[in-house]
């Protein structure tokens, strides 16, 4: 562990260099819930601190790349080095831990970023269980492209679907839907996952 120098009284830049953990016991994966949201979004703690999930990347001149552009905005970010990549966290100040509030649906007023895929055949994914650390148990999972999505939700239509899932992408979060008997289900990606062997 490095001396801490620097001075505590003026605010420094280099504070807001990304710092970048390459070992797990530098940060414990988990979910925060932000102000004003009904939904948890992945995360990772450090120093006491949450930093939620902004992007996963393959390459660390990338990851660096966009860590830096939060950082030109004075944002604080983090890089933790993935098994498949490098995943880019920001800090969120006002993330807290405690279930989540269920607030009123706001109705979209902004489009939806990226275009959402509904995976209609099993042939597009593989089903699986998981482990995340803030979780005691397994988790429902897809295997997509060679990344893990946890089971967010199952809903009845489409519709329901691709909004919520607007939502979601709006806070960073990567997301597929899988067309299921019962409805529609919504994966989240979970970059820190393990896979459940049995």
Same mark, same amino acid.
């Given at each position: 562990m490095l001396p801490h120098t620097l001075a505590q009284s003026a605010p420094n830049?280099?504070? %807001? #260099?990304?710092k970048i953990l390459e070992s797990r016991d /530098? *940060?414990?994966?988990?979910? =925060?819930c932000l102000p004003g949201e009904d939904y948890r979004v992945a995360a990772v703690a450090v120093d006491d601190q949450y930093y939620s999930l902004v992007k996963v990347v393959k390459d660390y001149p990338r990851s660096l790349e966009i860590a830096g552009r939060l950082t030109a905005t004075g944002k604080k970010a983090v890089i933790t080095k993935l098994a498949k990549g490098y995943a880019i966290w920001r800090l969120e100040p006002d993330a *807290? #831990?405690?279930?989540c509030p269920r607030s009123p649906s706001r109705s979209l007023t902004q489009p939806i970023g990226l275009p959402i895929k509904i995976l209609e055949s099993?042939?597009? *994914?593989k089903l699986c269980h998981i482990r995340i650390s803030d979780l005691d148990q397994r988790l &429902? &999972? =897809?295997? =997509?492209?060679g990344s893990y999505y946890g089971l967010f939700k199952i809903v009845t #239509? /489409? /519709?329901q &679907? %691709? %909004? %919520? +899932?607007?939502k979601l992408q709006r806070k960073d979060e990567r997301v597929v839907i899988t067309k299921t008997s019962q409805g529609y289900a919504l994966w989240v990606l979970e970059p820190d +996952?393990?896979?459940?062997e049995n």
């Open positions: 830049h280099s504070d %807001l #260099t990304p /530098q *940060y414990r994966s988990c979910h =925060v *807290y #831990t405690d279930s099993s042939s597009e *994914y &429902a &999972a =897809v295997i =997509v492209d #239509t /489409q /519709q &679907a %691709l %909004l %919520l +899932a607007g +996952a393990i896979i459940c």
